[in-house]
């Protein structure tokens, strides 16, 4: 019998219309029509993916000092005209902080739309090394973007910061999987590097030797997706 996240992948979605509520969580509300772009791969559930492993991974260590921001930040900043003091209410941090996971967007289908964008990547700036990492499953081509984003972050924290494209960061074989890659990048660089290591030892943040299987991770993104659901319904379809 084939498993109910294997029917999502495959369009088997039930009655649920487009923009039919799928999951709130716990902070993010997720549509049928966001479920499904994770099949197409432009992906909008960045966001409940960083959401699921800041509320159920991250907070498992209490003194890690890391933020996992949502897509739309990085989209705003990229985005703004309002000066400095307007963007640090939008990008707050709190004291202490070591570690920031920023999804990238190029901003390029929709400029009005924050989280807009036909490509993905993922910066993660180490505050205590002053570096900001920047990993792209289609070489360069969110860097623009993504130093973008760096320089006005540098502002808003009042900290000088090295930009560094890696240069060993699996490729992507098409043109979908870009959202799913961020994902299995934050998940990795997050539980295999950062929480393993301790939240001030210096780790290496390089993806060399490392495979990334985005057909296994969305798969594995619409069984957690659907797990939820069943519990926000109570063990019911």
């Given amino acids: 019998m084939k498993d109910q996240a294997s029917d999502l992948l ?13 999951l709130e969580y716990p902070d993010v509300t997720l549509r049928q029509e966001d479920v499904d772009s994770i099949k197409q791969g432009c992906i909008k559930a960045i966001a409940f993916w960083a959401s699921y492993l800041t509320q159920e991974k ?19 900043i990229l985005m703004s005209k309002e000066p400095v003091e307007e963007l640090k209410k ?9 570690h920031i996971f920023l999804p990238i967007t190029d ?11 036909c490509h993905w990547t993922l910066l993660l700036i180490s505050l205590i090394d002053g570096v900001a990492f920047h990993y792209d499953s289609m070489s360069h081509s969110n860097e623009e973007p993504a130093r973008v ?21 699996p490729q992507q074989m098409n043109g979908e999987d870009c959202g799913v ?18 939240n001030r030892e210096k780790v290496t943040m390089s993806m060399a030797g490392r ?9 594995e993104m619409l069984r957690l997706l659907n797990e939820k659901r069943q519990q926000q319904l109570g063990g019911g379809s």
């Fill in 10 to 22: 495959h369009g088997r979605r039930g009655s649920l219309k487009p923009g039919d509520k799928y």
């Fill in 58 to 76: 991250l907070s498992r260590y209490p003194e890690a000092k890391i933020e996992l921001k949502a897509p739309s930040i990085s989209g705003y």
């Fill in 90 to 98: 939008e990008f707050a941090i709190p004291e202490g902080t070591t």
């Fill in 149 to 169: 984003v760096t320089r006005k972050v540098e502002q808003i924290l009042g900290k000088e910061l090295k930009f560094c494209e890696m240069q060993d960061v």
């Fill in 107 to 117: 901003g390029a289908s929709n400029p009005a739309i924050a989280d807009g964008g």
């Fill in 211 to 219: 495979e990334l299987d985005a057909t296994k991770g969305r798969k």
């Fill in 181 to 198: 890659i961020v994902c299995l990048l934050m998940q990795h660089l997050l539980l295999k590097r950062l929480l393993q290591a301790g």
